[in-house]
Nanobody, 120 residues
Framework: QVQLLESGGGSVQAGGSLRLSCVIS????????VGWFRQAPGKEREGVAR???????DYADSVKGRFTASEDYDKNTVYLQMNSLKPEDTAMYYC??????????????WGQGTQVTVSS
């Protein structure tokens, strides 16, 4: 059984920081790929950061230089450090198992999301 559990969201002012966590069971982070996504009201789901394996990580242009994704193999957990947050970062954030080098989910392996709200 694959389960993903996000945490760490909250409300911050512009310029603040948050660190999101995604604890995963039934799916090895060390040998598979995981992505972070977000969806704001009225907008399409957007890929934010993606682990491709072998230490390769991709980011959306909108978050480059501000967000950093990392992995802890021992804890089988992935993180998203978000700095210099902007109001446009406000969204529900999700982690999901993905096919490496793509934004395509595997077998609907999604977490339930954690809300990030950034005020101006």
């Amino acid at each position: 059984q694959v389960q993903l559990l996000e945490s760490g969201g909250g409300s911050v002012q512009a310029g603040g920081s948050l660190r999101l966590s995604c604890v995963i069971s039934g799916y090895r982070v060390s040998s598979n790929c995981v992505g972070w996504f977000r969806q704001a009201p009225g907008k399409e789901r957007e890929g934010v950061a993606r682990f491709n394996g072998g230490g390769s990580t991709d980011y959306a242009d909108s978050v480059k230089g501000r967000f950093t994704a990392s992995e802890d193999y021992d804890k089988n957990t992935v993180y998203l450090q978000m700095n210099s947050l902007k109001p446009e970062d406000t969204a529900m954030y999700y982690c999901a198992a993905v096919y490496c080098y793509t934004w395509n989910p595997r077998n609907n392996y999604w977490g339930q999301g954690t809300q990030v709200t950034v005020s101006s």
